[in-house]
């Protein structure tokens, strides 16, 4: 049987650039080399594309744009970097954040009739976009945190408006954070009027949109999920943070930060979650996979759901293949399964008429 071709995209244009790197790796390392043959393609800080063809390691530890420059010329037009995917079968956007997450390489991929991995246009975009899934989740009723939308221009011109729109619908302490960003770049917890201005211009560095957002005392639950029509889900992780919230620096560098499965809630709440997550992933239209996150106070027996991601970590300390390893799916048979519903998502799109 003849192998497929995949081709794996890593880096990006990103304030999430070193994680895609480290999630590329666990994505390389445990696609089945029996089932398909793997070319891999580095996209650097600056957008640069490079057919790469070194070690793992050093993508792993950030050397590998420096290995790229000393080999063959750069895919500096889009019509290179059409002619090397000529051959593949697969794409499998190993992308975080900004010009990867939100449906960009998604649309490009989708215009050249390429299969990929992961959610489509819509349910990338939809998602990247916070303030877009809260209206979302608003109206088909899965529970969340208060939250107040400004725009940049707002935030620019009426400043002292915006505060007071926040301090009317939202008690401190609360979160400030860019609608369109991951793994908390540009987030703060604030506890007053000042720090909510100082929060409000760290946020507008990072996009032109902002979401205040409701503190909620008590858990952060994760959920994995995979799948299209009939998505799976796994059981729930707990996240203990070693910063005062789950921030990037918490995420990705501190050793105090600890995930803990299963999270060792009742099977009441543990449940509620599951519904909600599926009732999120199919409201925001996702395929191939995602991880949701959750707030969840026992105390008061209240789930609120906080955002999905829809191309999730898979570094070492990520919970997405974590959770699924505790069901017995290791990363050989997630990454083949991840690999497989992208082809069965192109066929299904495929499948519809485009003329009338």
């Keep these: 049987m003849k192998k497929a071709n995949v081709a794996v995209l890593f880096g990006g244009m990103s304030t999430e650039h070193e994680v895609s790197c480290r999630s590329a790796v666990f994505v390389i390392r445990n696609i089945d080399r029996e089932k398909y ?117 707002d935030i620019e011109e009426k400043l002292d408006e915006c505060i007071r729109a926040c301090e009317e619908a939202i008690e401190y302490p609360c979160f400030v954070k860019p609608a369109n960003a991951g793994s908390s770049v540009g987030v703060s917890k604030v506890y007053d009027k000042e720090q909510l201005s100082a929060a409000l211009q760290l946020a507008l560095q990072y996009d032109g949109r902002v979401l205040v957002e409701e503190y909620i005392k008590g858990l952060e639950i994760e959920i994995s999920v995979m799948g299209n029509e009939e998505p799976l889900v796994s059981g729930t992780g707990k996240i203990i943070a070693g910063n005062e919230f789950y921030d990037y620096h918490a995420k990705y560098i501190s050793q105090d930060s600890k995930v803990i499965i299963p999270s060792g809630l009742d099977k009441g709440l543990e449940q509620k979650v599951k519904d909600y997550a599926v009732a999120a992933y199919k409201a925001m239209d996702c395929s191939g996979f995602a991880r949701i996150d959750f707030f969840v106070n026992t105390e008061e027996q209240r789930v609120c759901i906080n955002e999905i991601n829809t191309i999730p970590g898979f570094t070492s300390i990520s919970m997405y293949p974590k959770l699924w390893e505790k069901e017995g799916i290791n990363g050989k048979e997630l990454i083949t ?12 799109v495929k499948s519809f008429k485009t003329e009338y």
């Design 37 to 153: 043959d793997v070319r891999l393609f580095g996209i650097t800080k600056k957008g640069v594309w490079y057919l790469y063809e070194g070690n793992t390691e050093n993508i792993e530890n950030g050397s590998w744009v420096k290995e790229a420059e000393q080999g063959p010329q750069p895919l500096y037009k889009t019509e290179q970097f059409i002619k090397e995917l000529k051959n593949i079968d697969i794409v499998f956007p190993v992308l975080h954040g900004k010009n990867g997450e939100d449906g960009t390489i998604q649309g490009f991929l989708q215009v050249l009739d390429i299969p990929y991995v992961g959610c489509g246009v819509l349910a990338s975009s939809g998602c990247m976009d916070k303030s877009i899934a809260k209206a979302v989740f608003e109206t088909v009723g899965i529970p969340q945190g208060k939250y107040v939308t400004l725009l940049k221009r």
């Design 337 to 348: 399964r991840l690999i497989e519903y992208g082809f069965n998502r192109y066929d299904y």
